[in-house]
């Protein structure tokens, strides 16, 4: 499988970058963490999607979603509109919902510009297990 022009290769792990659509506007906004391949996530817990806004003109995150790999369909969605500053970093954690089943994820990152401007970033896939000794949390810390 052909890897997407706007990923970059970092070391044995797969960086999102900006889409080529507004590099003026997205370029220097980045996912941070989760960039690790091969990593085991558990159904119920609470996990946080990092990113830096860099020398971009993000200046809000609309919206971060949870995505089935395999489908590429959204099976979570997230909106908070969180405000973001050029040149600083923030998280969004995101408690796993009730419509996921076991197996292959990514969160995409969806933010907008100060020109209007919308970019999308997506994590590396993680692989998501469903262990009913593991009970969910009710709500995730900030």
């Given at each position: 499988m052909a890897v997407p022009s706007w990923f970059a290769q970092d070391g044995?792990?797969?960086?999102?970058?900006?889409?080529?659509?507004?590099?003026?506007?997205?370029?220097?906004?980045?996912i941070t963490s989760p960039t690790k391949s091969g990593l085991e996530w558990t159904y119920g817990q609470c996990y946080s999607v990092d990113w830096d806004l860099g020398a971009s003109k993000v200046n809000k995150i609309t919206k971060v979603e949870l995505v089935n790999a395999k489908t590429n369909k959204s099976v979570y969605t997230e909106i908070k509109n969180v405000d973001g500053k050029k040149l600083t970093t923030g998280n969004f954690v995101l408690l796993t919902g009730d419509?996921?089943?076991?197996?292959?994820y990514y969160f995409q990152v969806t933010a907008s510009t100060t020109s209007k401007k919308t970019c999308t970033l997506k994590t590396v896939a993680f692989n998501l297990l469903v262990n009913p000794n593991s009970p969910p949390e009710d709500s995730c810390p900030n």
């Open positions: 044995a792990a797969l960086t999102a970058m900006a889409a080529p659509a507004e590099p003026a506007d997205c370029l220097g906004f980045r419509d996921v089943t076991a197996g292959k």
